[in-house]
């Protein structure tokens, strides 16, 4: 009986972990809603301390949104593709692997598309919540990210993101003579 009990308890064990639902997958926004093209430096804290920087293009129209990260010199690291029955991400291996394609979209998209659009998709048990110049995304009762718009211009302030689930710290600054990005969104 005794070589048995810890046999059980690694089976009980197992179950357990077999039984825990893993987590939703993170819902995209629909495209934007609006004709619109920008650019943002972007700069990431990763969790170990590495700090990643790269440009973000974003060509969006009322039915298809395109977002492409590159780094410094030009070249391609993530490209999002949405549109009319169809959403394609292509990611290269200059992407660092502790970072997900997905949320990284979801995050720029929580900082830059407007409050309806980022609802739209959400289904229990995924939630939106709006605290003064805060949005706070919740997976059930888990803080997946939140973004804080800063006081001043929003099309010209630092918007910072952070990501809850990869633990990392994403912050969007314009960039020097382009065209500044939209408004922050307003409440819903």
Request: charged letters at 25%.
């Amino acid at each position: 009986m005794k070589k048995l009990a810890p046999l059980l308890l690694l089976l009980l064990a197992g179950c357990q972990a077999w039984l825990t639902p893993p987590p939703s997958p993170r819902p995209l926004a629909p495209p934007f809603g609006e004709f619109r093209e920008f650019q943002r430096e972007l700069t990431i804290r990763l969790d170990d301390g590495r700090r990643v920087n790269y440009r973000v293009r974003l060509s969006l129209t009322p039915e298809r949104s395109r977002i492409r990260l590159t780094d410094m010199q030009g070249r391609p690291v993530l490209t999002f593709e949405h549109g009319p029955g169809r959403t394609e991400i292509s990611r290269t291996p200059a992407l660092p692997a502790t970072l997900s394609a997905d949320a990284l979209i979801a995050d720029l998209q929580l900082a830059l598309w407007p409050e309806p659009r980022l609802r739209a998709p959400l289904r229990p048990p995924w939630r939106l919540e709006r605290d003064g110049d805060t949005l706070r995304l919740y997976d059930g009762q888990t803080l997946e990210a939140w973004v804080s718009f800063q006081k001043g211009e929003p099309r010209v302030t630092p918007i910072p993101v952070y990501n809850a689930r990869y633990g990392y710290l994403m912050l969007l600054l314009p960039v020097d003579g382009s065209t500044p990005s939209p408004n922050a969104p307003g409440p819903g």
